[in-house]
């Protein structure tokens, strides 16, 4: 299978930068689809920003403008690049991806999260 690891997470001011990462390891596989989607306290996890192996990415109208998905050239990698941040974006961060294995079976792997917080 394929395992996802994010790192970046912590604790920022509204108005501040944070930057997170995710890395996928495992089996050898394509990814034909990374992204990030976080889940609030009482909340449905909800979708934030992903990118394709084209090179095409969209995002959530709340975070247009202020984060950037990318990632690496590897392709085995994704960051996010979170600006202006306001108190409603904390939340869990998880990354997800898509994609397929050498034996052709698909997978869909969700990291376990990372804690994203925003004080006001």
């Known amino acids: 299978q394929v395992r996802l690891e994010e790192s970046g997470g912590g604790t920022v001011q509204a108005g501040g930068s944070l930057r997170l990462s995710c890395v996928a390891s495992g089996n050898r596989f394509h990814i034909s689809g990374m992204g990030w989607y976080r889940q609030a306290p009482g909340k449905q996890r909800e979708f934030i920003a992903r990118?394709?192996?084209?090179?095409?990415?969209d995002y959530a109208d709340s975070v247009q403008g202020r984060f950037t998905i990318s990632r690496d050239y590897a392709g085995n990698a994704v960051h996010l690049q979170m600006n202006s941040l306001k108190p409603e974006d904390t939340a869990v961060y998880s990354c997800n991806a898509v994609g397929v294995l050498t034996d052709l079976r698909t997978f869909n792997s969700w990291g376990q999260g990372t804690q994203v917080t925003v004080s006001s």
């Open positions: 990118t394709s192996s084209g090179g095409t990415s």
